[in-house]
Nanobody, 115 residues
Framework: QVQLVESGGGLVQPGESLILSCTASGGDLRINSMAWYRQAPGKQREMVASMYSSGIILYGDSVEGRFTISGDIGKNLAYLQIDSLNPEDTAVYYC?????????WGQGTQVTVSS
């Protein structure tokens, strides 16, 4: 059974940086793309960054240049670096892997930005 696991979340102060990680196990996923989403309390889940096997990288409109996605699609590894964190970044962050077999989601990791 395929399982995605995120890590790296926690409580951080405004202005700090954070790196989230996501790894998959349990099968040969043959991933085509990896993406990070977030969902803040009372809001819809939104895409913040995505990376494709073609090399294309896209960022969500709300990212403002502070987010950097990286990883190794062949090794089922994804990272999301967030700089200059502010309270509006508080949310549960999810990774998503897409392959020809379907979409896979992690359970999410909580990021809370507060002084």
């Amino acid at each position: 059974q395929v399982q995605l696991v995120e890590s790296g979340g926690g409580l951080v102060q405004p202005g700090e940086s954070l790196i989230l990680s996501c790894t998959a196990s349990g099968g040969d996923l043959r991933i085509n793309s990896m993406a990070w989403y977030r969902q803040a309390p009372g809001k819809q889940r939104e895409m913040v960054a995505s990376m494709y096997s073609s090399g294309i990288i896209l960022y969500g409109d709300s990212v403002e240049g502070r987010f950097t996605i990286s990883g190794d699609i062949g090794k089922n590894l994804a990272y999301l670096q967030i700089d200059s964190l502010n309270p509006e970044d508080t949310a549960v962050y999810y990774c998503q892997f897409k392959s020809g077999y379907g979409d896979y989601w992690g359970q999410g990791t909580q990021v809370t930005v507060s002084s």
